[in-house]
């Protein structure tokens, strides 16, 4: 653990807030605790170290990241463009990216980080390579590379289980996909405290939509509800839209017009808040097609 650059964080974060180290150390420690740990003499407790974290208005795991990991900066500059290349669909960039870290020390030396580079690589072997079997390989051993127990599952590992999942759905393996599902439900369950909510309502719409494809449309709307109430407890909008669009769909299968087209139309209201051109342009043809039924 590198002290010192969690010291200088902390030294940091402080002098942005314009706190002085007194008054970060009032109800801590003392300021002369203050200022040791700023220099990196000391280490503090890690129930200190929480403290500090709240005062300071950032997630304690920050501090374990930077203590850890040599240019933290560098590595959330490569996460930050991997998410963005794999949100937008932007598979050459992906690859780029990956292939340009791939030998870097701070990915190489670091399971984690290499665990990043390589679900990506699965994810661009399968988009761009067509190579199934190749990307799926490649998403489990990234998985492997941090994975000790089947007790417990990090939210990164139970990610990539999704990645793969959602593969077994494109190529149409359907009871490979709803296990793969089934199994990260269990996993999530085993976590007491998520820190991103979007793992879980992603998991919900994909059961919904591969359940509806297997002709399953009640348990859909089952898990379409769910993802809708999880959504809305956690106040994300994330997918939110096509759990609406899910269940709409279910109902109109199930030749409940009337129900699906509220639905339809509440999925519209979602797609239009997101600035979404492309489902919304999709869903309005849609109410058309029911609305006309």
């Not at 072997?125 to 000790?148: F, G, R, V």
């Amino acid at each position: 653990m590198d002290f010192s650059a969690v010291g200088k964080k902390i030294r940091e974060l402080r002098r942005n807030i314009g706190l002085s180290q007194e008054e970060l150390s009032e109800g801590i420690c003392t300021q002369a605790q203050i200022s040791k740990i700023e220099k990196g003499d000391v280490y503090p407790y890690a129930s200190t170290l929480y403290l500090i974290s709240q005062k300071l208005g950032v997630d304690v795991n920050h501090f374990f990241d930077i203590g850890m990991t040599p240019r933290l900066d560098y590595v959330q500059e490569v996460k930050r463009q991997l998410i963005l290349s794999r949100r937008t669909l932007d598979y050459k960039e992906m690859k780029q990216i990956v292939d340009t870290e791939i030998h870097n020390p701070l990915f190489s030396q670091n399971k984690k980080n290499m665990q990043l580079l390589l679900w990506h690589k699965g994810i661009y072997q399968y988009e761009l390579d067509k190579d199934l079997d190749t990307a799926l390989e490649t998403l489990w051993s990234s998985i492997q590379l941090t994975h000790i127990s089947n007790k417990y599952w990090s939210e990164r590992e139970i990610e990539i289980m999704l990645t793969m999942g959602v593969i077994h759905f494109e190529e149409d393996q359907l009871e490979e996909a709803l296990q793969v599902y089934k199994n990260i439900k269990q996993y999530i369950s085993t976590i007491p405290y998520l820190n991103d909510y979007t793992i879980k309502s992603r998991l919900y719409y994909n059961l919904a939509r591969t359940l509806t494809r297997l002709e399953e449309h009640e348990e859909s709307i089952k898990y379409c509800r769910s993802g809708i109430d999880w959504c809305i407890e956690k106040d994300n909008l994330y997918v939110l839209g096509e759990l609406h669009y899910q269940m709409g769909y279910n109902y109109e299968l199930l030749d409940d017009i009337y129900t699906g087209l509220q639905y339809m139309k509440k999925a519209l209201i979602v797609f239009e808040l997101q600035q979404d051109e492309k489902y919304s342009k999709y869903i309005k043809e849609k109410i058309v097609q029911l609305e006309k039924k």
